[in-house]
């Protein structure tokens, strides 16, 4: 088989990069290993930036999401009690949408005419230096598809950035000794707006997926069992880490899904080798605070589809071949807010009473100043493509 362009993953990057392209009447086949329930099964992002909304709309999968999504025009910080809503209409004019990702991934899914090739075994990338190809097996037999190009958009955990020679390419990596358990619940959130809550006793976030059903989390540390965590232990200790209003207001139920993130910031560089890209989690992990990652996806993936249509349809290379320095600069950007959030709500043991000390005079500068608030809300609303 031959298409254009093969795309490994089939998660929003790869769904997004592939719809994007077939719009286009460029012929790309997507490979993904598992299989699509088991896809759709995954629990992860909330959060959609202006971009994203935008990017779904011209993928022409953004009807449901209109009409379910949830906009919101601001989020509260709160450290040991104390509450700071950011007004993100007032300060910046703009908002985000609350959308899962599972959403956004079966809007994709339906949206698709082209083929994507679930539950492949054993994809591998071939010759990305010269004439690319891929193979893979399904249902036991080899398949090969040769290409002019390959995206890797296979996640922090596939094969495309793995195949790359190890002196063609620097990672950097900072592991957190911490992660997220998060419970999903058909209950009304507890507030209008996502809460995002430093307590000495660790950070938790309350989140939401609809007008009926809450998304929570709480910092654990890095190699906590989801098992240990029974539902009555998780409210209790979410609760202790609100203010008591939001902690009186919580309405708890039996969870529908309960997992630990591990948390990591990560950037690989470049993102280009030969004729072989890398997109989204493949290329770069941000801690989930904040709510990064799939904009991040989207924002590479936008870049991507355009340089591969300037290459096709006006026989330019000059975006393919600025692709990684171009994505790289805002990558670090998100990488940088993301740390910054991170570090400023979590508790952190060997930073001793010093360190607890800097995160409350950070808060108290934020709820201080309305510069301070404009690029916290600049950050979280998501910086220009
Ligand atoms: P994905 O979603 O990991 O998809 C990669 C796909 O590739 C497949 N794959 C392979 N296929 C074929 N052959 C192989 N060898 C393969 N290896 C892997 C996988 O099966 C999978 O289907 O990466 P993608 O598309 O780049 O999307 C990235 C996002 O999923 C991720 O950044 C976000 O979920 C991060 N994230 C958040 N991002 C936000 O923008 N806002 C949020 O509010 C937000 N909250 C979160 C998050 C991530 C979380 N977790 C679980 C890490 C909250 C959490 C808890
Ligand atoms: C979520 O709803 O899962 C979510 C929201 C905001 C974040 C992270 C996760 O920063």
Same mark, same amino acid.
């Given at each position: 088989?031959?298409?254009?362009?093969?795309?490994?993953?089939?998660?929003?990057?790869?769904?997004?990069?592939?719809?994007?392209?077939?719009?286009?009447?460029?012929?790309?086949?997507?490979?993904?290993?598992?299989?699509?329930?088991?896809?759709?099964?995954?629990?992860?992002?909330?959060?959609?930036?202006?971009?994203?909304?935008?990017?779904?709309?011209?993928?022409?999968?953004?009807?449901?999401?209109?009409?379910?999504?949830?906009?919101?025009?601001?989020?509260?910080?709160?450290?040991?009690?104390?509450?700071?809503?950011?007004?993100?209409?007032?300060?910046?004019?703009?908002?985000?949408?609350?959308?899962?990702?599972?959403?956004?991934?079966?809007?994709?899914?339906?949206?698709?005419?082209?083929?994507?090739?679930?539950?492949?075994?054993?994809?591998?990338?071939?010759?990305?230096?010269?004439?690319?190809?891929?193979?893979?097996?399904?249902?036991?037999?080899?398949?090969?598809?040769?290409?002019?190009?390959?995206?890797?958009?296979?996640?922090?955990?596939?094969?495309?950035?793995?195949?790359?020679?190890?002196?063609?390419?620097?990672?950097?990596?900072?592991?957190?000794?911490?992660?997220?358990?998060?419970?999903?619940?058909?209950?009304?959130?507890?507030?209008?707006?996502?809460?995002?809550?430093?307590?000495?006793?660790?950070?938790?976030?309350?989140?939401?997926?609809?007008?009926?059903?809450?998304?929570?989390?709480?910092?654990?540390?890095?190699?906590?069992?989801?098992?240990?965590?029974?539902?009555?232990?998780?409210?209790?200790?979410?609760?202790?880490?609100?203010?008591?209003?939001?902690?009186?207001?919580?309405?708890?139920?039996?969870?529908?899904?309960?997992?630990?993130?591990?948390?990591?910031?990560?950037?690989?560089?470049?993102?280009?080798?030969?004729?072989?890209?890398?997109?989204?989690?493949?290329? =770069?992990?941000? $801690?989930?605070? @904040? %709510?990064? #990652?799939?904009?991040?996806?989207?924002?590479?993936?936008?870049? &991507? !589809?355009?340089?591969?249509?300037?290459?096709?349809?006006?026989?330019?290379?000059?975006?393919?071949?600025?692709?990684?320095?171009?994505?790289?600069?805002?990558?670090?950007?998100?990488?940088?807010?993301?740390?910054?959030?991170?570090?400023?709500? =979590?508790?952190? $043991?060997?930073? @001793? %009473?010093? #360190?607890?000390?800097?995160?409350?005079?950070?808060?108290?500068? &934020? !709820?201080?100043?309305?510069?301070?608030?404009?690029?916290?809300?600049?950050?979280?609303?998501?910086?220009?493509?």
């Amino acid at each position: 088989m031959r298409a254009q362009v093969v795309i490994i993953g089939a998660g929003p990057a790869g769904l997004m990069l592939g719809r994007l392209l077939e719009l286009a009447g460029i012929d790309a086949v997507i490979l993904e290993r598992k299989s699509p329930e088991y896809v759709l099964g995954r629990i992860r992002a909330g959060v959609l930036e202006q971009g994203t909304i935008d990017l779904m709309d011209r993928a022409q999968a953004g009807a449901r999401m209109h009409a379910e999504g949830l906009i919101h025009h601001g989020v509260e910080l709160s450290f040991d009690g104390d509450r700071q809503r950011f007004d993100f209409t007032q300060l910046m004019g703009r908002h985000v949408m609350v959308y899962g990702q599972t959403e956004v991934t079966r809007d994709l899914m339906a949206a698709r005419q082209a083929m994507t090739i679930y539950e492949a075994d054993d994809v591998s990338v071939h010759d990305f230096d010269g004439r690319p190809w891929v193979t893979y097996r399904k249902n036991g037999v080899t398949h090969r598809i040769d290409c002019d190009f390959i995206a890797g958009c296979d996640g922090f955990h596939g094969v495309a950035r793995a195949s790359v020679p190890p002196t063609a390419i620097t990672t950097f990596e900072r592991t957190y000794p911490f992660g997220w358990l998060g419970v999903l619940v058909d209950q009304p959130p507890v507030a209008d707006e996502l809460i995002y809550a430093h307590h000495e006793r660790g950070f938790a976030l309350c989140s939401q997926r609809s007008a009926t059903r809450s998304r929570y989390y709480v910092q654990v540390p890095a190699d906590e069992k989801a098992d240990a965590w029974d539902d009555a232990r998780f409210w209790d200790e979410l609760r202790s880490r609100l203010n008591p209003e939001s902690a009186e207001a919580l309405r708890t139920g039996p969870s529908i899904e309960k997992s630990v993130a591990p948390l990591r910031s990560f950037v690989a560089e470049p993102l280009r080798f030969g004729q072989l890209f890398l997109c989204g989690d493949a290329a =770069h992990i941000v $801690p989930p605070t @904040g %709510a990064k #990652g799939l904009n991040l996806a989207m924002s590479d993936v936008a870049a &991507l !589809a355009d340089a591969f249509i300037e290459h096709y349809v006006d026989s330019s290379l000059a975006a393919l071949d600025g692709y990684s320095a171009k994505v790289l600069r805002r990558i670090w950007k998100a990488e940088r807010f993301s740390w910054w959030m991170t570090n400023l709500l =979590h508790t952190f $043991p060997e930073n @001793g %009473a010093f #360190g607890r000390r800097i995160q409350r005079a950070e808060f108290d500068y &934020l !709820a201080g100043s309305v510069s301070a608030q404009q690029s916290f809300a600049e950050n979280y609303l998501g910086l220009p493509l």
